[in-house]
C-alpha cells in the first residue's frame, strides 16, 4: 500500500504476507532455498506454521476456487503432506512476494522466480503466496489466528 505524505514524499507501507511452500517443495527438501531466497529478499519471517491439512481444512481454505474444475484436485494435492506456512513482512510485501515467485505456470514464471527454478507443473509449483486482488488476511488468519501468533 502507498502513501502520500503532507510534503508529496511517497511512503511505502510495511505489509504481511503469507506464503506456503506445499507439499512438493517439502518433499523435495526446498524448504531452506526457499526460505534462503525469502530472507535475501528482506523479508522477515514473522511466524511459521508446519502443518498436515486435513481434507476439511484444504477445502476452506481453497473455498475462493469451490465450483472451479481444478477446486477437487488441488484439494488433493494440497494434502498430500505436510506445508510450511511463512507469516512474512516487508514494504510492499503482498506485491513483492509475487514477484519473487513468478507467475503459477512455471513455464511462464520469469527466469529466477521460486516457481520458475522449482515448479514442475501449474499444481506442482512449490508453492503458494496470497494474492493481493483477493483476501491476504483472510488466508494469514487461516494459518495464523491472531490469537495464536508468536510476534504482533
Known amino acids: 500500500m502507498t502513501n502520500f505524505g503532507k510534503s508529496g514524499i511517497i511512503y511505502v507501507t510495511t505489509e504481511r504476507t503469507l506464503l506456503v511452500i506445499k507439499p512438493d517443495g517439502v518433499k523435495r527438501n526446498l524448504i531452506g532455498e526457499i526460505i534462503k531466497r525469502v530472507e535475501n529478499d528482506n523479508f522477515k519471517i514473522v511466524d511459521l506454521n508446519f ?11 481453497y473455498k475462493i476456487h469451490k465450483g472451479k474444475d481444478f477446486f477437487l484436485p488441488l484439494v488433493n494435492f494440497i494434502i498430500e503432506g505436510p506445508v510450511l506456512a511463512l507469516l512474512l513482512q516487508r514494504k510492499n510485501g503482498q506485491n513483492r512476494l509475487r514477484k519473487l515467485i513468478g507467475a503459477t505456470d512455471p513455464k511462464k514464471a520469469e527466469t529466477g522466480t521460486i516457481r520458475a527454478d522449482f515448479g514442475t507443473s501449474i499444481r506442482r509449483n512449490v508453492v503458494h503466496a496470497a494474492n493481493p486482488k483477493e483476501n491476504p488476511p483472510r488466508e494469514i488468519n487461516f494459518f495464523f489466528p491472531k490469537k495464536k501468533r508468536r510476534s504482533e
Open 51 to 61: 502443518i498436515h491439512l486435513s481434507r476439511k481444512q484444504a477445502a476452506e481454505f
